[in-house]
């Protein structure tokens, strides 16, 4: 199950607890979090100052920066016909094609095309009829 952030109203009241001299097992009880979350509010609002959850320092960053997308752009508007190895490939960097193509999908671009030596094809292990399996 995901962890979600405490709202910002609870942690209002949370601080609020506090300042009237409830101890932290009793605003954990009225809150219905942990022990360890009510102590991280209070915490966190002494090192940052804020009551906003820090959700987005959460996941990996993208590699895809703003300069990489403009190249991008750029590349598919002059060659629109190339492949994903070849966007990759003239990257400022190598990437791999699944990477190529989860970044066109961000920037809303379809792409179906195949390479030149791997067209869509029958199926070359197709069942005869009467074989045995």
């Known amino acids: 199950m995901p962890m979600r952030a405490i709202p910002i109203p609870i942690r209002k009241r949370i601080l609020e607890l506090y300042d009237r001299g409830k101890s932290t097992r009793e605003i954990a009880q009225f809150s219905g979090f942990c022990v360890a979350a009510v102590r991280r509010v209070r915490q966190q609002f002494r090192q940052r100052r804020t009551l906003e959850p820090q959700t987005h320092r959460c996941g990996r960053k993208t590699l895809l920066t703003a300069e990489r997308k403009q190249r991008l752009e750029r590349l598919l508007s002059e060659q629109p016909?190339?492949?994903?190895?070849?966007?990759?490939?003239?990257?400022?960097?190598?990437f791999r094609t699944s990477t190529i193509d989860?970044?066109?999908g961000?920037?809303?671009?379809?792409?179906?095309?195949?390479?030149?030596?791997?067209?869509?094809?029958?199926?070359?292990?197709r069942r005869t009829k009467g074989a045995l399996a």
């Open 81 to 94: 016909d190339a492949t994903l190895a070849e966007l990759g490939a003239r990257l400022d960097r190598p």
């Open 102 to 104: 989860l970044w066109l």
């Open 106 to 125: 961000r920037l809303g671009w379809k792409f179906k095309k195949n390479s030149g030596r791997r067209r869509t094809t029958a199926s070359r292990h």
